[in-house]
């Protein structure tokens, strides 16, 4: 083979690593944009998902909903103070229930849906 085909081989080769290495570049960079871009859009949904979430059904005695029979007495297990210091802090409890009588916090999406129903019925 003629010297002028290793040297033009030589350059083709250079040649392709170069375009090769700036491809490569350019896709990372691309990659990297989009990585970005989608990281971004699952903070956006974040957000949106957090502002669209029903608040906590918990009633105005700080217990949880399902802690309310359907009468919406509340049946959690609270501690009562049965004496008091000087300070009138308590200083003894006894187990008890909560006095609860109605549940006053806000009604989670299905138990609407599940009211209305039996409204209907
Ligand atoms: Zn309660
Ligand atoms: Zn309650």
Redesign the pocket.
Known sequence: MDWFWWVFIFFMAGGFAKVADTARTALRTRHERKMERLESARHERQALEAAQKPPEPV?G?T?HLA?HDKKGK?H?RVEIPVAWDADHKPVQYEAGQ?T?QQYVGPQPLSQIYAEDLTDLA
């Open positions: 009633c005695c217990h802690k509340c959690e909560c609860c």
